[in-house]
C-alpha cells in the first residue's frame, strides 16, 4: 500500500535536550548532504506512533549523526555503524520505548547529470508480535514537491515481524531483534531531473508503548548512464550505476557491468535495471570504432503494449507499463574508449491489453465487455476478446479473470467470551470449514491478533483500550455464505489500585479493606486484596505497608491540684521520638459531604436534618482531606468543547499509562475555563465551579470507581443519581487531555479511553470536589 504524508505544522514546542528553528525549509539546488541536519533543506519532526510529524525541531537522541566506527549492542554486534566506503551516517530513532516516531526530509533540484539516488540504510526493530500496524516501523519516500510519490515504487515501508526478506533474528538478549544490514537501494529520478523533490525517512516505535525500532542511512547522487570501461582494441566493459538489486542486459547476462569483443562490430546495448523498491528503468548505450550522432538528439515515437523497441539505435525491451517515458542512449567510440555524446528518446506506450477481474456467488451472473456468463458454476474463468482498432495503431486485447465462490452456509455462530475482560487472552473459532481461500477475521479497536488469521480459530490479546463492536468473518475472499447474526464483544476493564500507609510495630491494620495482625518487626511489606469486578474482571488493590517502631514514652508531670474545667499540662518524652497520641481518622469513604460543609456518617445523618451534597470516595493519610463526588449528575449529554486544538497550559496526556497519575481535577478545571467561555468548553462549565466543584482528572475518575458499590449504596439512602451498570453504556469526562482533538474518560467497564472533544450523545459529567 501507497502511503504519504501531507503535514502542515500549527506550532513549535519547546523542550530540554532539543534544538527547534523556525518552520519551513529551503530547496538546495544541489544535491544536498544526507549525513546533515542542520542545513536549510533538512525538515527534523518528531512526535507519536500516530503523528510522526507532530512537532518540527532536532532531539538530540532521536536524530544523530554518527562518525565514529562501532557496532549495535541489539544485534549482537553483528551490526557496523557506519557502512563499508561511509565516514558520517544518520542514526534515525532510539532504543527507548514510549511510541515515538521521527522523521527526517530532504529537499533539492534533481541534478540532471546525477539523477540515480542510491540509499544506503539498515533497520534494528524489537519484534513484539503485534498487529501489523502496531508493529515498529521504517520508511522511506520519495516524492514531489507535492508530497505525491514520484512513482509507485518510490516508497520502501517494512514493519518488525518473522521472514522478513532481507533481515534477520537475534534473540540472545531476551528480546526478539529483527534486523537488516546495510542495504544499498536505487532510484532513477531522471524524469524529475531540474525539478524538487523530497527524501524523507520515518522510524516508528511500537503502538503500544512497549517496544522501539530504529534506523541507520545515509545516501547520495549518482549519474544515470552506462559506462564504458577496459577498451583494450579487443573487448570493452560497459558498466551500470552501482547499488541495484539486479541487472538484465539484452543478451541475458545479469551483472552490473558486462564484457563484449570488438569483433562484433557495432553494437546496441540495453540493460533494465531493478530496485530493491521494484522499480524498473532501462538505459541505453550505442558503441562502435566510429559512432555518428545524428543531427536530432530528442526522438519521438509511439508503440503498443508489450512491443519492443529497436530504432534509432535503441534496443529496448517489451515495453509493458503505459505512458510516455524518458529513455537515454549514450554513444560512446571505441577508439577513444569515451563517451562521444547522447540523445534522447520520448517513448508513449500505448495500452493494448485491458484484464478485468471479477467474482460472483452462486446465482449471480456476468455480462459486459462483450463477455457474457449467465449463472455459471463454481470455478476459474479465463477468456480473451480482441477488437479491432479502426485507427489500425493498437488493437485492444480483453482477458477476463473471473472467479465464482461456492455458497456457504453458516451452521453455527462465532464461538468465544461475549466479554472479555482487558489484559486476558481469548480465542474465538467457527465450526465451518471453507473449501476456497482464506478466513479473514476483523475485530474491533483494541483486540490485538496474537496467532491464527487465515484460519478457523483466531486467538487475541484483549488490550486496556479494547471497544465494544461485532467480530466479523470475511467472505469475498473464500467463500459465499450466509451470515449468522452480528457477534458482539463487549470487553470489561480491569481494577488496580495502589495503596501507600504506615503502622506502628505492636499495632494492627484494618484499614482499605486489610486486616493486617500485629506487627512486630518494622520494615516494608506489600499486601494484595484479589476480587471480582461486578463484570468478573480482576480487581486488584496492593497495599504498600511501611512499619516503624514505636517509640517508648513517658509521661513526666508533678501532682497538680486543678478546679474543675481548668487544664494540666503533660509533657510526654520518647526514646526516640515525642510521642503525640493519634486521633481516630475523621473521615471515611462512603461519609456524606453536607450543604452546610460539615461531612457525617451515615447513621448520623438519617438522624439528623442535614441535606446531601455529595460522597466520599477518597481520604488522604491525614484522615482529615480528599475528594467527594457529587449526588447528582451535572450533564448527561455534554461536549468537553467545541475546539480541536489543545490547552497549552494544560498538561497532554498522549499515553495511558501516564495519563491515570493526573489527579490535578481543580487546577486542569480553571485552565479550560480560562482558555474559553461556556460555548467553547460546556463540560467544564456544567460544574459550580465557584462553589468548589470542578471537572474530576482521569486518575480521580479511576479511584472513584473502584468504591462504586459503596456510593451507590449511600446514593440510594440519601436520594441522590446512582451510577447505572446494567443494560447501559456511559463515558464520564475527565479534565484530563489527551492527543489534539481528545481528552480522557471513563466508561461503565471501568476503563479509561480517548474521547472526541466534541462528541456528544451520551457523554456525561459528575464533579467531584476537595476537602
Same mark, same amino acid.
Given at each position: 500500500?501507497?502511503?504519504?504524508?501531507?503535514?502542515?505544522?500549527?506550532?513549535?514546542?519547546?523542550?530540554?535536550?532539543?534544538?527547534?528553528?523556525?518552520?519551513?525549509?529551503?530547496? %538546495?539546488?544541489?544535491?544536498?548532504?544526507?549525513?546533515?541536519?542542520?542545513?536549510?533543506?533538512?525538515?527534523?519532526?518528531?512526535?507519536?506512533?500516530?503523528?510522526?510529524?507532530?512537532?518540527?525541531?532536532?532531539?538530540?537522541?532521536?536524530?544523530?549523526?554518527?562518525?565514529?566506527?562501532?557496532?549495535?549492542?541489539?544485534?549482537?554486534?553483528?551490526?557496523?555503524?557506519?557502512?563499508?566506503?561511509?565516514?558520517?551516517?544518520?542514526?534515525?530513532?532510539?532504543?527507548?520505548?514510549?511510541?515515538?516516531?521521527?522523521?527526517?526530509?530532504?529537499?533539492?533540484?534533481?541534478?540532471?547529470?546525477?539523477?540515480?539516488?542510491?540509499?544506503?540504510?539498515?533497520?534494528?526493530?524489537?519484534?513484539?508480535?503485534?498487529?501489523?500496524?502496531?508493529?515498529?516501523?521504517?520508511?522511506?519516500?520519495?516524492?514531489?514537491?507535492?508530497?505525491?510519490?514520484?512513482?509507485?515504487?518510490?516508497?520502501?515501508?517494512?514493519?518488525?515481524?518473522?521472514?522478513?526478506?532481507?533481515?534477520?533474528?537475534?534473540?540472545?538478549?531476551?528480546?526478539?531483534?529483527?534486523?537488516?544490514?546495510?542495504?544499498?537501494?536505487?532510484?532513477?529520478?531522471?524524469?524529475?531531473?531540474?525539478?524538487?523533490?523530497?527524501?524523507?525517512?520515518?522510524?516508528?516505535?511500537?503502538?503500544?508503548?512497549?517496544?522501539?525500532?530504529?534506523?541507520?542511512?545515509?545516501?547520495?547522487?549518482?549519474?544515470?548512464?552506462?559506462?564504458?570501461?577496459?577498451?583494450?582494441?579487443?573487448?570493452?566493459?560497459?558498466?551500470?550505476?552501482?547499488?541495484?538489486?539486479?541487472?538484465?542486459?539484452?543478451?541475458?547476462?545479469?551483472?552490473?557491468?558486462?564484457?563484449?569483443?570488438?569483433?562484433?562490430?557495432?553494437?546496441?546495448?540495453?540493460?533494465?535495471?531493478? %530496485?530493491?523498491?521494484?522499480?524498473?528503468?532501462?538505459?541505453?548505450?550505442?558503441?562502435?570504432?566510429?559512432?555518428?550522432?545524428?543531427?536530432?538528439?530528442?526522438?519521438?515515437?509511439?508503440?503498443?503494449?508489450?512491443? /519492443?523497441?529497436?530504432?534509432?539505435?535503441?534496443?529496448?525491451?517489451?515495453?509493458?507499463?503505459?505512458?510516455?517515458?524518458?529513455?537515454?542512449?549514450?554513444?560512446?567510440?571505441?577508439?577513444?574508449?569515451?563517451?562521444?555524446?547522447?540523445?534522447?528518446?520520448?517513448?508513449?506506450?500505448?495500452?493494448?491489453?485491458?484484464?478485468?477481474?471479477?467474482?460472483?456467488?452462486?446465482?449471480?451472473?456476468?455480462?459486459?465487455?462483450?463477455?457474457?456468463?449467465?449463472?455459471?458454476?463454481?470455478?476459474?474463468?479465463?477468456?480473451?476478446?480482441?477488437?479491432?482498432?479502426?485507427?489500425?495503431?493498437?488493437?485492444?486485447?480483453?482477458?477476463?479473470?473471473?472467479?465464482?465462490?461456492?455458497?456457504?452456509?453458516?451452521?453455527?455462530?462465532?464461538?468465544?467470551?461475549?466479554?472479555?475482560?482487558?489484559?486476558?487472552?481469548?480465542?474465538?473459532?467457527?465450526?465451518? %470449514?471453507?473449501?476456497?481461500?482464506?478466513?479473514?477475521?476483523?475485530?474491533?479497536?483494541?483486540?490485538?491478533?496474537?496467532?491464527?488469521?487465515?484460519?478457523?480459530?483466531?486467538?487475541?490479546?484483549?488490550?486496556?483500550?479494547?471497544?465494544?463492536?461485532?467480530?466479523?468473518?470475511?467472505?469475498?475472499?473464500?467463500?459465499?455464505?450466509?451470515?449468522?447474526?452480528?457477534?458482539?464483544?463487549?470487553?470489561?476493564?480491569?481494577?488496580?489500585?495502589?495503596?501507600?500507609?504506615?503502622?506502628?510495630?505492636?499495632?494492627?491494620?484494618?484499614?482499605?479493606?486489610?486486616?493486617?495482625?500485629?506487627?512486630?518487626?518494622?520494615?516494608?511489606?506489600?499486601?494484595?486484596?484479589?476480587?471480582?469486578?461486578?463484570?468478573?474482571?480482576? /480487581?486488584?488493590?496492593?497495599?504498600?505497608?511501611?512499619?516503624?517502631?514505636?517509640?517508648?514514652?513517658?509521661?513526666?508531670?508533678?501532682?497538680?491540684?486543678?478546679?474543675?474545667?481548668?487544664?494540666?499540662?503533660?509533657?510526654?518524652?520518647?526514646?526516640?521520638?515525642?510521642?503525640?497520641?493519634?486521633?481516630?481518622?475523621?473521615?471515611?469513604?462512603?461519609?456524606?459531604?453536607?450543604?452546610?460543609?460539615?461531612?457525617?456518617?451515615?447513621?448520623?445523618?438519617?438522624?439528623?436534618?442535614?441535606?446531601?451534597?455529595?460522597?466520599?470516595?477518597?481520604?488522604?493519610?491525614?484522615?482529615?482531606?480528599?475528594?467527594?463526588?457529587?449526588?447528582?449528575?451535572?450533564?448527561? /449529554?455534554?461536549?468537553?468543547?467545541?475546539?480541536?486544538?489543545?490547552?497549552?497550559?494544560?498538561?497532554?496526556?498522549?499515553?495511558?499509562?501516564?495519563?491515570?497519575?493526573?489527579?490535578?481535577?481543580?487546577?486542569?478545571?480553571?485552565?479550560?475555563?480560562?482558555?474559553?467561555?461556556?460555548?467553547?468548553?460546556?463540560?467544564?462549565?456544567?460544574?459550580?465551579?465557584?462553589?468548589?466543584?470542578?471537572?474530576?482528572?482521569?486518575?480521580?475518575?479511576?479511584?472513584?470507581?473502584?468504591?462504586?458499590?459503596?456510593?451507590?449504596?449511600?446514593?440510594?439512602?440519601?436520594?441522590?443519581?446512582?451510577?447505572?451498570?446494567?443494560?447501559?453504556?456511559?463515558?464520564?469526562?475527565?479534565?484530563?487531555?489527551?492527543?489534539?482533538?481528545?481528552?480522557?474518560?471513563?466508561?461503565?467497564?471501568?476503563?479509561?479511553?480517548?474521547?472526541?472533544?466534541?462528541?456528544? /450523545?451520551?457523554?456525561?459529567?459528575?464533579?467531584?470536589?476537595?476537602?
Amino acid at each position: 500500500m501507497m502511503r504519504f504524508y501531507a503535514v502542515i505544522f500549527w506550532g513549535i514546542m519547546v523542550w530540554t535536550g532539543m534544538e527547534v528553528r523556525a518552520q519551513g525549509y529551503t530547496v %538546495s539546488p544541489d544535491v544536498p548532504d544526507f549525513t546533515e541536519l542542520r542545513a536549510g533543506c533538512v525538515v527534523a519532526t518528531y512526535g507519536n506512533t500516530r503523528d510522526p510529524f507532530l512537532y518540527e525541531g532536532i532531539v538530540e537522541d532521536r536524530h544523530k549523526i554518527i562518525t565514529a566506527q562501532g557496532k549495535d549492542f541489539y544485534t549482537g554486534g553483528e551490526l557496523q555503524l557506519l557502512p563499508p566506503g561511509e565516514s558520517r551516517v544518520i542514526k534515525l530513532g532510539n532504543e527507548q520505548v514510549g511510541s515515538e516516531a521521527e522523521s527526517i526530509t530532504y529537499h533539492f533540484i534533481v541534478d540532471p547529470e546525477k539523477a540515480v539516488l542510491l540509499l544506503k540504510f539498515a533497520v534494528v526493530f524489537v519484534d513484539p508480535s503485534h498487529s501489523l500496524n502496531n508493529q515498529p516501523r521504517f520508511v522511506v519516500r520519495i516524492m514531489d514537491k507535492d508530497g505525491n510519490l514520484i512513482d509507485v515504487c518510490a516508497e520502501y515501508d517494512v514493519s518488525a515481524r518473522d521472514g522478513i526478506d532481507g533481515f534477520r533474528t537475534y534473540d540472545k538478549i531476551g528480546l526478539p531483534i529483527r534486523w537488516r544490514d546495510w542495504t544499498s537501494v536505487g532510484l532513477d529520478m531522471s524524469a524529475y531531473a531540474g525539478q524538487e523533490v523530497q527524501v524523507q525517512f520515518v522510524t516508528y516505535d511500537c503502538a503500544l508503548s512497549g517496544h522501539f525500532g530504529y534506523a541507520y542511512f545515509t545516501a547520495s547522487c549518482i549519474s544515470h548512464k552506462l559506462s564504458l570501461d577496459a577498451c583494450d582494441g579487443t573487448q570493452f566493459t560497459i558498466a551500470a550505476p552501482t547499488g541495484f538489486s539486479s541487472y538484465m542486459w539484452q543478451d541475458g547476462q545479469t551483472a552490473s557491468a558486462v564484457t563484449y569483443t570488438q569483433e562484433d562490430g557495432e553494437k546496441e546495448i540495453a540493460c533494465e535495471i531493478t %530496485s530493491a523498491t521494484g522499480c524498473r528503468f532501462t538505459l541505453s548505450a550505442h558503441v562502435t570504432a566510429d559512432p555518428v550522432l545524428p543531427d536530432e538528439k530528442f526522438f519521438f515515437d509511439t508503440i503498443c503494449q508489450g512491443e /519492443s523497441y529497436k530504432k534509432n539505435n535503441y534496443n529496448l525491451p517489451a515495453q509493458w507499463k503505459i505512458g510516455t517515458f524518458n529513455y537515454l542512449n549514450t554513444y560512446f567510440s571505441t577508439a577513444t574508449c569515451g563517451e562521444v555524446g547522447e540523445l534522447m528518446l520520448h517513448l508513449t506506450v500505448l495500452q493494448r491489453y485491458y484484464p478485468v477481474e471479477a467474482e460472483l456467488c452462486p446465482g449471480e451472473s456476468f455480462v459486459d465487455y462483450g463477455f457474457s456468463y449467465v449463472n455459471p458454476a463454481p470455478g476459474e474463468y479465463r477468456d480473451t476478446l480482441t477488437y479491432t482498432s479502426s485507427s489500425g495503431i493498437c488493437d485492444s486485447v480483453v482477458t477476463l479473470y473471473l472467479l465464482v465462490y461456492p455458497e456457504v452456509k453458516l451452521t453455527s455462530d462465532i464461538a468465544g467470551e461475549k466479554y472479555p475482560c482487558a489484559g486476558t487472552t481469548q480465542t474465538y473459532k467457527i465450526s465451518e %470449514s471453507w473449501t476456497m481461500g482464506q478466513y479473514v477475521w476483523e475485530f474491533p479497536p483494541g483486540f490485538d491478533i496474537l496467532s491464527g488469521q487465515g484460519t478457523t480459530q483466531v486467538t487475541v490479546q484483549v488490550m486496556d483500550f479494547a471497544e465494544t463492536g461485532p467480530v466479523r468473518l470475511l467472505y469475498g475472499k473464500g467463500a459465499c455464505a450466509t451470515s449468522p447474526d452480528p457477534y458482539i464483544v463487549n470487553p470489561h476493564g480491569a481494577y488496580w489500585q495502589t495503596v501507600i500507609d504506615t503502622l506502628c510495630t505492636g499495632t494492627e491494620y484494618h484499614e482499605n479493606g486489610f486486616d493486617v495482625p500485629i506487627q512486630d518487626c518494622p520494615g516494608f511489606l506489600t499486601f494484595a486484596k484479589r476480587g471480582r469486578t461486578v463484570y468478573g474482571c480482576d /480487581s486488584v488493590v496492593t497495599l504498600h505497608l511501611y512499619v516503624y517502631e514505636t517509640p517508648e514514652v513517658t509521661l513526666k508531670t508533678s501532682d497538680s491540684v486543678i478546679c474543675q474545667g481548668g487544664e494540666v499540662e503533660l509533657q510526654a518524652w520518647g526514646s526516640r521520638t515525642k510521642y503525640i497520641p493519634p486521633e481516630p481518622p475523621a473521615v471515611s469513604i462512603g461519609d456524606i459531604f453536607c450543604e452546610d460543609g460539615t461531612i457525617v456518617k451515615l447513621k448520623e445523618y438519617a438522624a439528623g436534618n442535614k441535606k446531601a451534597q455529595g460522597i466520599v470516595f477518597y481520604v488522604d493519610s491525614s484522615g482529615e482531606h480528599g475528594w467527594v463526588v457529587h449526588i447528582k449528575h451535572q450533564s448527561k /449529554s455534554c461536549k468537553w468543547g467545541i475546539n480541536t486544538y489543545n490547552i497549552p497550559d494544560l498538561p497532554d496526556y498522549y499515553y495511558y499509562s501516564n495519563s491515570r497519575l493526573d489527579t490535578a481535577g481543580y487546577f486542569n478545571t480553571s485552565q479550560i475555563r480560562q482558555a474559553g467561555n461556556e460555548v467553547v468548553y460546556p463540560a467544564a462549565y456544567s460544574v459550580d465551579f465557584a462553589d468548589g466543584w470542578y471537572l474530576p482528572a482521569i486518575g480521580q475518575l479511576l479511584r472513584m470507581y473502584g468504591y462504586l458499590d459503596e456510593i451507590n449504596k449511600v446514593l440510594e439512602e440519601v436520594g441522590g443519581e446512582i451510577f447505572e451498570f446494567v443494560d447501559t453504556q456511559w463515558f464520564y469526562w475527565s479534565s484530563s487531555e489527551g492527543g489534539t482533538g481528545q481528552a480522557w474518560g471513563l466508561e461503565v467497564r471501568g476503563r479509561q479511553m480517548l474521547g472526541d472533544k466534541a462528541a456528544l /450523545s451520551g457523554v456525561r459529567v459528575r464533579a467531584v470536589r476537595s476537602f
